[in-house]
């Protein structure tokens, strides 16, 4: 697990970040210097200041040793520049040492009013963090029409399930919802709808519900009360994590984890807000909550939860807080709020919940990339994106004549997701990408790649195809689904 120093501390990546970063993160330090954890850090740079060197990853070759050998990291939020350097640094970051779980805990702060004053929100979002839309896999397929790839692996699912069952398990909370859109989305959104109902019953002692995501979002703005741990994919949880944000008073006390195979990121959900930069006014406890749950991830239970404490109990007390809380003209500095944090180390709050923690028992999955194994497995047919700006009906008969002799019919025609041809009646605004779904003659044939080669042949007589997709059958089901309207 972490490095350990000759002098037996563990040594930590520390990235103070940019704008308001440094200054979190000084907060963080300081409290965790006062509690006397036996932690080192190695400074490290990342974001505006390594872009504006010409490094288009913005994370530099040192700051990666530093986290190879650490494997533990505190860091400020990263700008990602607009003009200069590509990508984002955080993404980078997260990418490079996947980080599979994005955690991201919110709870009602004393003192902190909010619509949802005295509710007693208490939950925390599981969001998958490698995988889904944002793995970026995106082309042009025609000059006007754009596609993003959502991959969803049945590995990926049954890692952030378990992880969500045994962080539920580890902070003694007894209710987890799965959030999908899988009503819509069967196959990907619907792997971690079927993997978390497949796993749910190993974890008795705690309730399982699945909802869609829609309504997810709407029973946390009307009761948000009633989650404890909601886990999600990617996006669906990159919305919901800043939803959940707000229900309790706003970025300034949203902390987050990003926990990987034996790595751990820890940051503020916030970013660098620059309006604030330097001026000693924002709100650190979102940094330091993201350092107590690093002290937690580090098995310093007794240093987080004093630092837990007294920070609650400052807010408790009422007398120093951040100008997010009480007005920019009325807040103390940062500075001040951190100092009555430190003075109050030792203190317990009287109105606040404690919650115990255990140590999360981290799920082991196999490394084997084949993680599915199918019996019988064969391909019935193909789907080919084609290029025309011909309409549905002369295109579906001219595809009819090209593939009169081949061992595919033509199903359907459908245009994004919905089908053109045959006829179904109803009138749709079409534009110059169709999908021309062929399955073979022989239903109960397997496709061979040659069989694909000479239809894509056929069809390029006539038409421009920019994307293929091979129609699987795993064990007897259907590796994909139908279009609206597709009998
Ligand atoms: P932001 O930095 O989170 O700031 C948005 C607003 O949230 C601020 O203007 C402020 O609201 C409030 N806020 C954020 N942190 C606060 C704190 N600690 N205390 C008090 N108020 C706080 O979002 P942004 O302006 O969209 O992004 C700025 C830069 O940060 C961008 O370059 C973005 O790419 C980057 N970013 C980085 C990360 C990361 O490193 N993980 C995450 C998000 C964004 P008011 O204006 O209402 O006072």
């Keep these: 697990m972490p490095y350990i120093t000759e002098s037996g501390k563990k040594l930590i990546t520390v990235i103070p970040g940019d704008g308001i970063g440094p200054e979190c993160v000084e907060s963080a330090l300081r409290l965790i210097e006062a509690v006397g954890a036996p932690i080192e850090w190695e400074t490290r740079e990342a974001g505006a200041s ?3 060197k010409g490094l288009e990853t913005g994370v530099p070759e040192e700051t990666i040793e530093s986290i190879r050998k650490t494997r533990v990291v505190l860091k400020g939020p990263l700008e990602t520049p607009v003009g200069y350097g590509e990508k984002s640094a955080n993404v980078t970051l997260r990418k490079l040492f996947e980080t599979y779980a ?4 919110v709870r009602e702060m004393p003192n902190v009013p909010t619509p949802y004053s005295g509710r007693g929100i208490d939950l925390v979002v599981v969001r998958e963090n490698v995988e889904d839309l944002y793995a970026g896999i995106e082309h042009m397929q025609t000059p006007g029409v754009a596609q993003t790839l959502k991959l969803i692996s049945r590995k990926g699912c049954e890692k952030i399930v378990r992880f969500a069952f045994e962080l539920a398990r580890a902070e003694g909370r007894k209710k987890v919802h799965c959030a999908t859109k899988s009503n819509i989305m069967k196959l990907s959104e619907g792997m971690l709808k079927r993997t978390f109902e497949a796993i749910a019953p190993e974890y008795p002692d705690i309730e399982a519900n699945h909802i869609i995501v ?18 999600t994919t990617n996006m669906n949880g990159d919305i919901l994590s800043d939803l959940t944000s707000a229900l309790i008073g706003g970025l300034g006390f949203a902390p987050s984890a990003n926990i990987g195979n034996g790595i751990a990121i820890f940051e503020a959900v916030h970013g660098s807000a620059p309006k604030y930069a330097g001026k000693n006014v924002i709100n650190p406890t979102a940094v330091i909550l993201s350092a107590v749950m690093m002290l937690r991830y580090l098995d310093e239970f007794e240093a987080a939860a004093t630092i837990e404490n007294a920070l609650l109990y400052t807010l408790e007390e009422g007398q120093v807080r951040t100008g997010d809380v009480v007005g920019y003209d009325q807040g ?3 500075t001040e709020y951190t100092d009555a944090i430190i003075a109050n180390l030792g203190k317990k709050p009287t109105q606040v919940p404690v919650r115990e923690y255990r140590p999360i028992k981290l799920p082991e999955v196999s490394p084997d990339p084949v993680f599915v194994r199918p019996t019988t497995r064969r391909v019935v047919g193909v789907d080919v994106f084609v290029e025309t700006d011909l309409m549905p009906e002369p295109l579906g008969q001219m595809v009819e004549t090209l593939v009169a002799e081949s061992p ?3 199903k359907m025609i459908s245009s994004r997701g919905t089908r053109v041809y045959p006829p179904t009646g109803t009138q749709i605004d079409v534009v110059d990408q169709y999908r021309c779904r062929f399955l073979l003659r022989d239903g109960s044939g397997d496709a061979t790649d040659a069989q694909i080669v000479e239809l894509l042949q056929r069809l390029n007589t006539r038409l421009r195809w920019a994307h293929i997709e091979k129609l699987q ?3 007897g089901a259907p590796g994909y689904t ?5 009998d």
Excluded at 102 to 105: A, D, E, L
Excluded at 482 to 486: D, F, N, S, T, V
């Design 482 to 486: 139908k279009a609206q309207g597709e």
């Design 332 to 334: 103390a500095k940062t």
């Design 408 to 410: 595919f019919r033509l």
């Design 473 to 475: 059958e795993f064990d």
């Design 214 to 231: 829609d309504n997810c979002a709407h029973q946390l703005v009307k009761r948000p009360e009633q989650f404890e741990v909601i886990v």
């Design 102 to 105: 994005n955690v991201r805990p």
């Design 50 to 52: 390594v872009f504006k």
